[in-house]
Each structure stands twice: as structure tokens, then as C-alpha cells.
């Protein structure tokens, strides 16, 4: 008899397509970003992102930076991170309608936080 090949780890988990929703609170101005991180419980790939802005504006710089494992205790050290998304001139669209950041490129392996 031949055995059936098997998945490694086993598909267990649906994958969820929902958004993640994240925002700082109305009028915090102490920073220009979020941080957090993403547990992948199958290999994940990240190919764009959303974002709303306070209002619209055009020749906005935006960047996207990730790492392996998670951000506590590298919240203001530079090493580890990769920019994954680098964009000097993004035209925003305003807090009701998003604008799409393309031409993003994360994979997280099963299992890992990034």
C-alpha cells in the first residue's frame, strides 16, 4: 500500500479574510504609526495594507517596517527592522475613505509572530 502524504503541520485552522482593524485614538497626536504584530497559525503572506488619514493630502511620506518575532523592547532601536513598504509621495484620502498601499511584500512562517 502507498500512504498519502500529509500536510506538515495539519491544516487545522480556517483562515480568517476579516480586516484588522487598528487606529490611535481621536486627537492622539504623541506618534505617527502602530505597532503589532501577527501570530500566523499557517505561512502567511501580506501583499497590501489599508489606512485612513485625519484628512486628505497629497506627497505624504509613509513607510512600512516589520520584523521577526515581536516588537517589545524594539520600539525605538533600528536594528532588525526591514522596510517593507516605502512610498515619499502618497496621496491620502481622508479618514472615510481608504488609501490602498500596494506592492507590499511580508510572509510570516506558520507558527511565527512578526
Known amino acids: 500500500p502507498t500512504s498519502q502524504p500529509t500536510e506538515t503541520p495539519p491544516n487545522t485552522f480556517s483562515p ?59 520600539e525605538v532601536d533600528g536594528a532588525g527592522w526591514e522596510l517593507a513598504y516605502d512610498n515619499l509621495l502618497l496621496n491620502l484620502k481622508g479618514e472615510n475613505d481608504p488609501t490602498e498601499l500596494l506592492d507590499v511584500d511580508v510572509t510570516i512562517p506558520y507558527g511565527e509572530y512578526q
Do not use: C, D
Not at 501570530?39 to 489606512?51: G, P, T
Open 16 to 74: 480568517s479574510w476579516g480586516p484588522l482593524v487598528m487606529s490611535t485614538g481621536e486627537n492622539e497626536f504623541g506618534s505617527f504609526g502602530s505597532m503589532f504584530y501577527i501570530r500566523a497559525f499557517h505561512k502567511l503572506k501580506i501583499n497590501s495594507f489599508l489606512v485612513y488619514s485625519g484628512r486628505p493630502s497629497s506627497n505624504n511620506p509613509v513607510q512600512v517596517y516589520t520584523r521577526p518575532g515581536k516588537y517589545f523592547g524594539h
